[in-house]
């Protein structure tokens, strides 16, 4: 089993940064695909990016592809979401998951393990 954290969200203006970070807990976090999954208010969760066991290979939602970044250090047990030009719309929850099999990323139930999430907030 695998237990996730996430941190790094918070309050950015339109057009900035954050990086979301997701610590993971056990010795096996190389053996599984993470994945970054979303949900906003009154909205179904929905797929963000997903990465690898190694992180060689990643997949974007198309409305994240060019300003969203996902990658993992396995020495350090923690995916990363690095998310630049930030929209309003991108407000939500964010909450990272781990799979085993690199099949049916988009599909949040395929995911066996989830954080608690983190809230992130774009002003307008």
């Known amino acids: 089993q695998v237990q996730l954290e996430e941190s790094g969200g918070g309050l950015v203006q339109a057009g900035g940064s954050l990086r979301l970070s997701c610590a993971a807990s056990?010795?096996?976090?190389?053996?599984?695909?993470m994945g970054w999954f979303r949900q906003a208010p009154g909205k179904e969760r929905e797929f963000v990016a997903a990465?690898?066991?190694?992180?060689?290979?990643?997949k974007y939602a198309d409305s994240v592809k060019g300003r969203f970044t996902v990658s993992r250090d396995n020495a350090k047990n923690t995916v990363y979401l690095q998310m630049n030009s930030l929209k309003p719309e991108a407000t939500a929850v964010y909450s990272c998951a781990a799979k085993r099999a690199f099949s049916s990323l988009i599909t949040s139930t395929s995911y066996g393990y989830w954080g608690q999430g983190t809230q992130v907030t774009v002003s307008s």
């Open positions: 056990g010795r096996t976090f190389s053996t599984y695909i």
């Open positions: 990465i690898s066991w190694s992180g060689d290979s990643t």
